[in-house]
């Protein structure tokens, strides 16, 4: 089993509907992330999350908002769907950084949204 | 602010062939991570590998390399001995190690395999 799964994995919907994308996580990780990748462009962060109770906004948050519900899971929600909100997004994980090890951000295999 | 650049949108190279991908980077931060991932046509990020800006040697994992040059601030990525399926978008991203550890992607490069 994927240690980052994301559900849906494909998802049409219209102008002005309510979504959300989920993320859940059996690798253990403390942080989580959500991402979107738009074509010919790099990922851009939109919340992370380091604990339950801990949340912040990324680079592009406006128009997202977020829930972290258990160290496992990380939803994001599009309160109001857009077009331009049409994009491929990504949750990622990782472990806190130690002297050790670094926090490698792993990814899972992302949900395809398109918003008519 | 960081800031990552890729500047070869595609490359070809033969198959069994080495092959360097190219990215710079700029960031004020003192300490930094740099990260390569690809992403094949199927669209999953998948981790390559990792170098530390204190990291006295250039990091190394299987056929992948990362030629780590601080003063000119470049971290390319060295494929050996291409395969097919090493055919996919390449990004090379970087984030601060002081604070949140957000990251930052670069554009991608687009690599091709030919047989």
């Known amino acids: 089993d994927a240690d980052v799964t994301q559900t849906p994995r494909n998802r049409i919907t219209k102008t002005g509907k309510r979504i959300m994308l989920e993320c859940s996580q059996t690798?253990?990780?403390?942080?989580m992330y959500w991402y979107r990748q738009d074509p010919g462009l790099g990922l851009r962060l939109i919340y992370y999350?380091?604990?339950?109770?801990?949340?912040n906004k990324g680079e592009i948050s406006d128009g997202y908002s977020v829930s972290r519900q258990a160290q496992a899971k990380f939803s994001l929600s599009l309160e109001s769907a857009i077009p331009n909100q049409t994009a491929l997004y990504f949750c990622?994980?990782?472990?806190?950084?130690?002297?050790?090890?670094?926090?490698?951000?792993?990814f899972g295999p992302g949900t395809r949204l398109t918003v008519l | 602010a960081q800031k990552i650049t890729q500047t070869q949108p595609g490359m070809f190279v033969q198959e069994k062939e080495a092959v360097t991908l190219d990215c710079t980077y700029d960031?004020?931060?003192?300490?930094?991570?740099l990260f390569w991932y690809k992403q094949p046509s199927s669209g999953e990020m998948i981790f390559l590998i990792y170098?530390?800006?204190?990291?006295?040697q250039n990091a190394t994992e299987g056929r992948y390399s990362l030629n780590f040059q601080k003063a000119r601030k470049s971290a390319n990525l060295v494929i050996s001995a291409s395969q097919l399926g090493d055919s996919a978008m390449y990004f090379c991203?970087?984030?601060?190690?002081?604070?949140?550890?957000?990251?930052?992607f670069g554009s991608g490069t687009q690599l091709t395999v030919l047989p």
């Open positions: 960031t004020s931060d003192p300490s930094y991570g």
């Open positions: 999350s380091f604990d339950v109770k801990d949340i």
């Open positions: 991203a970087m984030s601060p190690t002081r604070s949140a550890r957000q990251l930052t």
């Open positions: 990622a994980t990782s472990d806190s950084p130690t002297t050790l090890s670094t926090d490698t951000q792993y």
């Open positions: 170098q530390g800006s204190y990291d006295q």
């Open positions: 690798k253990g990780h403390d942080r």
